[in-house]
């Protein structure tokens, strides 16, 4: 099994910034590509971003491209989501997920196998 524990959100402004981070633990040898999520209130939820585990390969939401960076720690066992220029359409939960198979990254929520409980991540105006 495989945990997955973010931390780092809260409330900025908009065009702030803020990064949040994922620790995994468990059986993290299990995981190929790892991902953010995010849920806004009465939405579905939708891919962010993406990373294999190695960090050689990435994608973005078109909707995030050029505003937020994903990267990974693989040492620490530690993804992260640094958001900059931050829209009140980013208000969400953040959720991370790892998945066990590879088949480069993925961006479908069934594709991940392993679930963290959320981050909140609320942009005023």
């Known amino acids: 099994q495989v945990q997955l524990v973010e931390s780092g959100g809260g409330l900025v402004q908009a065009g702030g910034s803020l990064r949040v981070s994922c620790a995994a633990s468990?059986?993290?040898?299990?995981?190929?590509?790892v991902g953010w999520f995010r849920q806004a209130p009465g939405k579905k939820r939708e891919f962010v971003a993406g990373?294999?585990?190695?960090?050689?390969?990435?994608k973005h939401a078109d909707s995030v491209k050029g505003r937020f960076t994903i990267s990974i720690d693989n040492i620490e066992n530690t993804l992260y989501l640094q958001m900059n220029s931050l829209k009140p359409d980013d208000t969400a939960v953040y959720y991370c997920?790892?998945?066990?198979?590879?088949?480069?990254?993925?961006?479908?929520?069934?594709?991940?196998?392993?679930w963290g409980q959320g981050t909140q991540v609320t942009v005023s105006s």
């Open positions: 990373i294999s585990w190695s960090g050689g390969s990435t």
């Open positions: 997920a790892a998945n066990n198979w590879w088949g480069g990254v993925p961006t479908a929520d069934y594709e991940y196998a392993y």
């Open positions: 468990g059986r993290t040898s299990r995981i190929y590509a």
